[in-house]
């Protein structure tokens, strides 16, 4: 019988805090769809003010509010999007750009910090007198922070450039921002001047904030009234919407001020503050660098004697859930119902499992019954 869980798979597995089920309970909520339920609208009004933008609105997930996002600033359909090859758009998203909006993804390659280099995002940009064979170039999307480069952070010069660049080319700039806030954490620079050069940003509120569910769409009001029909065109209007919102607006207040802690846990995990961590595990390797906010992944080295399959087998046993991201890939995310014991338990179940039962040269034929507080191990 498992004893403890530490759930790593992502900072999506959050359960709502009891705070945030009170404010659920007692919500003032009228019907959304028609444009009344006051939780809402006080949710969307902080969140535009907190990001620079005249106007913001709540939709169910962050997949739909990208996809809004591109829509609008693609109307026309056999548009084309520059994006980056390693984005969540991109990979993540069930290609609904494509499927359902039309919009044809031209991809730049992903630096390991998250970013594409500006000449190339420049020569992505289809020559508008070809429109006769090219698709045309309308946007230009950045994901901040990065996710598949282990949550590295986008500088707000970085993005000002690429907003110059769009600018020049009579281009619009999207922000993904899933986890904005763990990046502006992380910079020490306010929200709303990392998506300054940008005319559309989300923001998730389910991840690192830790809500329930839910997503914003931020931009101008005229932007927004579009979104409005896009969003009710894709079935994500819903009517007393105020229930979710009130959890969002907890979140906003109670779980901002952790993420600094949980960047914290993620490098004690990763091995960058003390003796003991994932990168000083014998048969592991982790980017150091690339851990900048709440995201760790590690490498399983290909001349290990290690099975990735056991290991998490092995994990899943004694509570602690991973998300394998490859082969010999795997990825670590801390949330605020993560705690640094967590983290000490983790390390220890991995470090105890890997040097026993590899590193020892135990059979694989025999099973183990592993104490990872004690790390002592059985076999039989």
Do not use: W
Request: aromatic fraction near 6%.
């Amino acid at each position: 019988m498992i004893e403890r869980r530490v759930d790593l798979r992502s900072d999506t597995v959050t359960k709502p805090t009891e705070a945030m089920r009170a404010a659920m309970a007692r919500a003032e909520v009228d019907d959304d769809v028609l444009g009344y339920d006051p939780t809402a609208a006080r949710l969307e009004k902080e969140m535009a003010k907190i990001m620079g933008k005249e106007a913001a609105l709540f939709v169910p997930s962050g997949t739909m509010a990208n996809l809004i996002s591109v829509l609008i600033h693609c109307e026309i359909r056999g548009s084309e999007v520059i994006l980056g090859d390693y984005s969540h758009i991109h990979i993540y998203e069930n290609g609904g750009i494509s499927t359902i909006g039309g919009v044809h993804p031209r991809t730049v390659k992903n630096n390991e910090d998250g970013t594409m280099d500006i000449h190339l995002i420049e020569e992505a940009i289809r020559n508008p007198n070809f429109a006769i064979c090219y698709p045309t170039t309308r946007l230009i999307c950045l994901e901040n922070s990065h996710a598949h480069s282990g949550g590295r952070c986008l500088t707000a010069e970085y993005t000002d450039k690429v907003g110059e660049l769009a600018k020049k080319h009579g281009l619009k700039l999207h922000i993904d921002g899933a986890r904005i806030f763990n990046a502006s954490v992380a910079l020490g620079v306010p929200v709303s001047r990392l998506v300054q050069a940008a005319d559309s940003v989300t923001a998730c509120l389910s991840k690192g904030l830790g809500a329930p569910a839910g997503t914003i769409i931020a931009g101008s009001k005229s932007f927004i009234s579009k979104a409005k029909i896009v969003r009710k065109t894709l079935g994500g209007a819903m009517r007393q919407v105020g229930v979710i919102c009130a959890a969002a607006l907890v979140a906003l207040e109670e779980n901002v001020g952790k993420l600094e802690s949980d960047h914290k846990k993620a490098k004690i995990l990763a091995g960058i503050f003390f003796s003991e961590g994932l990168n000083k595990i014998k048969g592991l390797k982790v980017d150091l660098a690339s851990v900048e906010t709440n995201i760790v992944y590690f490498e399983i080295l290909e001349d290990s004697s290690i099975m990735e399959i056991e290991l998490f087998k092995y994990l899943e046993a004694h509570g602690i859930l991973v998300m394998p991201e490859g082969p010999l890939k795997t990825r670590l995310v801390i949330h605020h119902q993560i705690s640094e014991s967590d983290v000490q338990y983790t390390l220890s179940c991995i470090q105890v499992i890997l040097f026993f039962f590899f590193g020892a040269g135990i059979s694989r034929n025999r099973k183990l019954i592993i104490d990872c507080g004690s790390k002592n191990i059985f076999y039989f």
